[in-house]
């Protein structure tokens, strides 16, 4: 007899067959594929149909198709299969071609712009099953990777306690975005442009407490004369005004390509930062985490630096 039925113990066998069944829509083909006899799958499905009360398949000219409830059962299922693969140490190999699977990702608005197109165009091309969902970064972020409902934070994310794990995609500094038609700045942008000129700043950037301190340090004040929430309607705003923005180069440089917006090397002497892309270790070894990571890694790192928890 069976001591694993795909990788699971026989016990768990239940849930192999409903997850195969909901994905081959066949319960011959599903038997096939488990390697079990007719009869076996079809008393097994009983069993399943009882336990639920519940037909959870219903036979139609396109093949067996689910029930609502057997809809919203398939996610935890698969969750509860893979838990289980991993405790009797037979987890399989991540498979993107093949693998049907959500990661929740945070990011900021501004990575929303510059990363997601990227990574999302990506996954498209090499696990079309495999879906995202953005979360932004936030002070529940860390409790959110620690407890898998996140699966990775993507950007600059300081203060993090032991039981992280990151690695340094890029280093990042800051510009000054200003009207290409800008009436008072031409060839040049200096100290004295950015006292004299009026400001808008982007109050969701993750970096906007480290430019005000370091403003603050060196005793400049910035005439704001517009908050944002977020990155949303920043390049029309520069685009139509002579407000200046100073804001992390990656996300200036790709609002400056419209050509009606130019970049300047930000005359105040400010810190430069990593972004990073973050998890817990209780996710280190998940070999879909591991999959994703690298993806992140060979599309954003130049170079890569790794560092363990603490």
């Not at 004299?196 to 005793?219: C, D, F, G, I, W």
């Not at 804001?247 to 990073?276: D, N």
Request: aromatic share 8%; glycine share 4%.
């Amino acid at each position: 007899m069976k001591s694993t039925v795909a990788g699971v113990p026989v016990e768990a066998a239940l849930l192999v067959l409903f997850d195969e069944i909901y994905e081959l829509q066949s319960v011959t083909r599903a038997a096939e594929k488990l390697d079990l006899s007719q009869p076996t799958v079809s008393v097994w499905l009983a069993k399943l149909r009882r336990a639920l009360h519940d037909p959870l398949f219903v036979r139609t000219s396109d093949g067996m198709k689910p029930t609502p409830k057997a809809d919203a059962l398939i996610g935890p299922a698969r969750e509860a299969l893979a838990l289980l693969r991993r405790i009797s140490g037979q987890e399989s190999a991540f498979d993107p071609a093949t693998a049907r699977r959500l990661f929740r990702i945070c990011m900021t608005d501004a990575s929303h712009i510059t990363l997601l197109p990227r990574l999302l165009a990506h996954l498209r091309s090499v696990a079309p099953d495999v879906g995202l969902e953005v979360a932004p970064i936030s002070a529940s972020t860390a409790q959110a990777l620690e407890s898998g409902d996140a699966d990775l934070a993507l950007g600059f994310v300081p203060g993090l306690e032991s039981g992280f794990h990151e690695q340094a995609l890029y280093a990042q500094d800051f510009v000054c975005l200003v009207n290409a038609r800008h009436p008072r700045i031409r060839d040049a942008f200096t100290l004295r442009d950015f006292r004299n000129e009026a400001h808008v700043a982007v109050l969701s950037s993750t970096s906007y407490p480290m430019l005000n301190e370091a403003m603050k340090r060196q005793r400049i004040a910035r005439r704001v004369y517009l908050e944002l929430p977020g990155f949303l309607g920043l390049a029309a705003i520069v685009a139509s005004t002579d407000l200046i923005a100073t804001v992390p180069r990656t996300i200036g440089e790709t609002l400056a390509r419209t050509g009606t917006i130019r970049v300047f090397a930000c005359p105040v002497k400010l810190p430069t930062f990593s972004i990073k892309q973050y998890w817990h270790a209780r996710y280190h070894r998940d070999p879909g985490h591991r999959w994703l990571r690298a993806c992140c890694a060979d599309l954003f790192a130049q170079p890569i630096r790794y560092r363990r928890p603490r």
